[in-house]
């Protein structure tokens, strides 16, 4: 587990992720993970919106059904009521979505944002970690057949480590190399680069 690897530039650090998104922007880049499952997972709400919406109207309509006399048929009506309504309101809660995870390098701002990009609407800065209290980045390989890598920022405050994202093994070492290196302070970066004969440019590093 190195956290402070130096730039990579053999062919490895050169392919295309095949597990992240990653967006060349004027102020450094955004990564995200790739959804290999959208089209099933688009599915999924839609039906869990649809379920959602027919139990709220459900529950609304209890109180327009005719019903016998007597507290007993209202108490049945109201639990009723409210099991429908709760189930369908989770429901569509859960077709809304809390949004896509996004992480930005800033390295004109020298931060790390932590974003939520929701599927309509504008994206949602939650967290914020400005490079100099990073201490490093690293990857935990998952030995569970099927499962992702996973990145992490560790502080040097100390704590629980910041999740970043998931993915291949490759693509994440690719990321960390390249974040590693945008971690370093200025003139640092620059010695190393000035030591680096063969610099690979950061656009064709993050395909």
Do not use: H
């Not at 109180?63 to 007597?70: A, D, R, T």
């Not at 507290?71 to 639990?79: D, I, R």
């Not at 690719?174 to 200025?186: A, G, K, N, S, V």
């Amino acid at each position: 587990m190195n956290v402070r690897a130096k730039p990579d530039t053999t062919a490895e650090a050169v392919g295309r992720y095949s597990t992240l998104d990653v967006a060349e922007t004027y102020w450094g880049y955004a990564a995200e993970e790739k959804d290999a499952d959208a089209a099933s997972l688009s599915f999924l709400r839609i039906a869990a919106l649809f379920v959602g919406i027919v139990l709220v109207l459900s529950g609304a309509l209890q109180w327009l059904l005719p019903s016998s006399e007597g507290a007993a048929p209202m108490v049945f009506k109201a639990v009723l009521s409210f099991f429908f309504a709760t189930a369908g309101i989770l429901l569509c809660r859960y077709a809304s979505g809390t949004g896509t995870p996004v992480v930005e390098v800033d390295t004109e701002k020298r931060e790390v944002r932590f974003q939520l990009r929701p599927r309509s609407g504008t994206s949602r800065t939650v967290r914020r970690v400005k490079m100099a209290e990073i201490e490093g980045v690293f990857t935990i390989q998952k030995s569970e057949p099927g499962s992702q890598s996973e990145m992490y920022l560790r502080l040097r405050s100390g704590g629980a480590p910041i999740v970043v994202l998931k993915g291949d093994e490759a693509d994440l070492r690719r990321l960390r190399i390249r974040m590693t290196e945008d971690l370093q302070p200025p003139e640092m970066r620059l010695m190393t680069r000035l030591s680096n004969p063969n610099p690979v440019r950061k656009g064709v590093a993050a395909g």
